[in-house]
């Protein structure tokens, strides 16, 4: 049974092909990495799979059941959870009413929403933050809020879309340790990431795009090693 | 008693006691007002200030509200009383209508359709003569002489009101609307039917507008399409309730009623008698000053700013 598999999946904006029939396949318990050149179409992807935007053609399958042209909420409420790369943080609202708003995906009472808020602020290790307003982390923090409030819809499946950019060496370090954890979690994981010792140090696979069309998959390794990779990244010889 | 509970307590004693002392008419009339703008205000409040869907269209609700009443005694020859029971109900149907087809639009586009839906809904009561009578409006005849019984009535439905308000926004509808203002693209990958709880949030707040329109039906006896469903006296009147006294809390809308029916009838009186007569047509100017002056050095309204108000008070002593 595959856990989840993207079919030939395209999305056109007006003349504009973002993504032109993409596949894949994401096996349960795996970390699996979405590279590609700037504009080659991840983050589209990401808003394809949360139905974010409807898509052009293919169909998109979680635990064998098409979950082509549902809603963005009932997404989440079936075990997908994500982050966004350009963070949405509730501002107005202090760090636990955040990740409270989002355990409600789970639970009805304020005392179990909250109470699941905590466990995972706790896990991600910002439960000292929690009585900040959202608007007052600096983008670090925003990060991990974004991280946690996804995981606190306890989500089967996380997108997370470049949650490493913009840190410094020592929040990397942090935020490869938190990725890992929650992995151990029993959580898949798709991310997007441009930061390769993110990505090379943490996929167990990699699929690789440019100008919204596949151009490599395998392990880290294959894919670094890849000649249209390398060419897509860093340009002809 | 822990000091939380000792200042709602004494400020529901002096409003029970209130008119007990003060026997004037005149002042228990502007407290009734007050009073029903209270709930107006706090319902204004949850769908504009929480839920973040500005409305400029809940004289709809009160107009509804207040006609269901009025229609009652008028052609279906029953107490406008059963108003109380049904206003708040025809309100909310009508808000549901209004959110089914408004809540399409996102932001100012929101606003500027309920602008649309409170005019439609006025010339809808002008012009079908033969259920609302048209400008001729609907008068009846008062329960009751004396203003006691409104007086309390308007007070159970303020303090109700503010009790279920804040129930609510402790709840997980209250984390959803404010998480639908705050970024509604965020809101929906968490798991939050935005439009769902954009309507429910408007289903609240219709209902209580309108019963407090139902209320003002029996109280005041007439009614007619230019009072009930006015753009400026109800719709902006409710804005700026819930601005002054300060958008997104529990308390704001019930200090803005006040202080604005305060500041409303001061000028209109002007001055009470002291002032020459001229000043009473400028109560809406005034009303235009306040608002620009609470937008400059008190954006969170009164009871948002209040620290900064006390701060201000603390030190100049």
């Not at chain 1, 179990?112 to 009585?131: I, S, V």
């Not at chain 2, 006691?148 to 007070?155: D, G, I, R, V």
């Not at chain 2, 707040?205 to 230019?226: C, K, Q, R, V």
């Not at chain 2, 020459?276 to 620009?292: Q, R």
């Amino acid at each position: 049974m595959n856990f989840f598999e993207v079919k030939e999946i395209s999305k056109r904006f007006g003349g504009l092909m973002a993504v032109g029939g993409v596949s894949f396949q994401v096996e349960r318990g795996e970390i699996f990495g979405l590279i590609g050149p700037n504009g080659s179409g991840k983050t589209t992807i990401f808003n394809l799979i949360n139905q974010y935007f409807p898509l052009t053609a293919g169909d998109i399958f979680f635990k064998e059941k098409s979950i082509k042209g549902m809603k963005t909420y009932k997404i989440c409420h079936l075990g997908i959870g994500r982050t966004f790369q350009v963070v949405k943080p509730l501002k107005r609202m202090t760090v636990l009413e955040n990740v409270v708003a989002s355990a409600f995906c789970r639970v009805n009472t304020f005392k179990e929403a909250e109470k699941l808020a905590l466990e995972t602020l706790d896990f991600c290790n910002l439960l000292h933050e929690k009585d900040k307003s959202a608007a007052s982390l600096p983008i670090a923090g925003r990060k991990r809020l974004e991280i946690t409030r996804a995981l606190a819809t306890k989500p089967e499946l996380l997108l997370l879309d470049e949650t490493a950019a913009g840190l410094n060496p020592t929040e990397l370090d942090e935020a490869i340790e938190l990725i890992k954890r929650i992995r151990d979690r029993g959580v898949t994981i798709i991310i997007v990431e441009h930061i390769m010792k993110v990505i090379m140090t943490i996929s167990d696979r990699i699929h690789a795009i440019n100008y919204g069309l596949t151009i490599a998959e395998g392990t880290p390794e294959e894919v670094a090693g890849n000649k249209e990779v390398i060419e897509a990244y860093l340009g002809e010889e | 008693m822990k000091r939380k509970q000792v200042i709602p307590a004494i400020i529901a004693a002096f409003f029970i006691l209130f008119p007990l002392v003060v026997k004037s008419d005149y002042y228990q009339h502007l407290v009734i007002l007050a009073l029903m703008w209270v709930v107006i205000g706090g319902s204004w409040n949850l769908l504009a200030g929480y839920t973040g869907q500005v409305s400029f269209g809940h004289a709809v609700f009160f107009g509804v509200g207040a006609y269901t009443a009025g229609i009652c005694a008028s052609k279906l020859g029953i107490s406008a009383w059963w108003g109380m029971a049904f206003g708040g109900f025809t309100g909310a149907l009508v808000g549901l209508l209004i959110g089914w087809i408004c809540f399409r639009l996102r932001g100012p586009y929101f606003a500027l359709a309920t602008i649309a839906a409170g005019e439609i809904f006025r010339l809808i009561a002008t012009n079908w003569e033969s259920l609302t009578d048209g400008m001729v409006g609907i008068l009846i005849i008062q329960t009751f002489r004396s203003k006691l019984p409104y007086y309390y009535l308007a007070l159970t439905l303020a303090a109700a009101s503010l009790w279920i308000f804040d129930l609510v926004m402790k709840s997980k509808l209250g984390f959803y609307f404010v998480s639908i203002r705050e970024d509604q693209d965020a809101a929906e990958s968490l798991g939050i039917n935005a439009t769902l709880y954009k309507n429910i949030s408007l289903l609240i707040s219709s209902f209580f507008t309108g019963l407090a329109g139902a209320f003002y039906m029996n109280y005041m006896a007439f009614i007619d399409p230019e009072v009930v469903f006015s753009l400026h006296y109800i719709s902006i009147m409710a804005i700026l309730v819930g601005i002054i006294g300060g958008v997104a809390t529990i308390w704001g809308p019930a200090v803005g009623a006040f202080i604005m029916i305060g500041v409303q009838e001061t000028f209109r009186s002007a001055l009470f008698g002291l002032a020459p007569k001229w000043i009473s047509e400028s109560h809406v100017l005034v009303f235009g000053l306040l608002v620009i002056f609470v937008i400059l050095f008190m954006a969170n309204g009164v009871v948002g700013d209040w620290p900064k108000i006390k701060r201000l008070f603390v030190r100049s002593k």
